[in-house]
Nanobody, 116 residues
Framework: QVQLVESGGGLVQAGGSLRLSCAAS????????MGWYRQAPGKQRELVAG???????NYADAVKDRFTISRDGTRNAMYLQMNSLKPEDTGVYYC??????????WGQGTQVTVSS
């Protein structure tokens, strides 16, 4: 089993930046996709940014041109650079990995709060 741990969340003012990290306890031999999700109070969890096994990136419309997802296979890590943050970006952010075979892995989440 792979354990995922997020870090880098915090409180920032609107217009500020944060960089989230997701560290895996061990390497994942193969995967279909991995990405970042977020959940605001009273709302469903939504995909923020994803990356396929071959490097295809996709972003939610609300974060396009502001967020950047990346990964470092050597370090078993995934990142989310968040710029020009808005209060609407507030929520708990989770990293997710979907292996080629088997169940998905989820981190515990890290809180991001953006004040106006």
């Amino acid at each position: 089993q792979v354990q995922l741990v997020e870090s880098g969340g915090g409180l920032v003012q609107a217009g500020g930046s944060l960089r989230l990290s997701c560290a895996a306890s061990r390497s994942i031999f193969s995967f279909d996709a991995m990405g970042w999700y977020r959940q605001a109070p009273g709302k469903q969890r939504e995909l923020v940014a994803g990356i396929s096994s071959f490097g295809r990136l996709n972003y939610a419309d609300a974060v396009k041109d502001r967020f950047t997802i990346s990964r470092d296979g050597t370090r078993n890590a995934m990142y989310l650079q968040m710029n020009s943050l808005k209060p609407e970006d507030t929520g708990v952010y989770y990293c997710n990995v979907r292996p080629r075979d088997g169940p998905e892995f989820w981190g515990q989440g890290t809180q991001v709060t953006v004040s106006s």
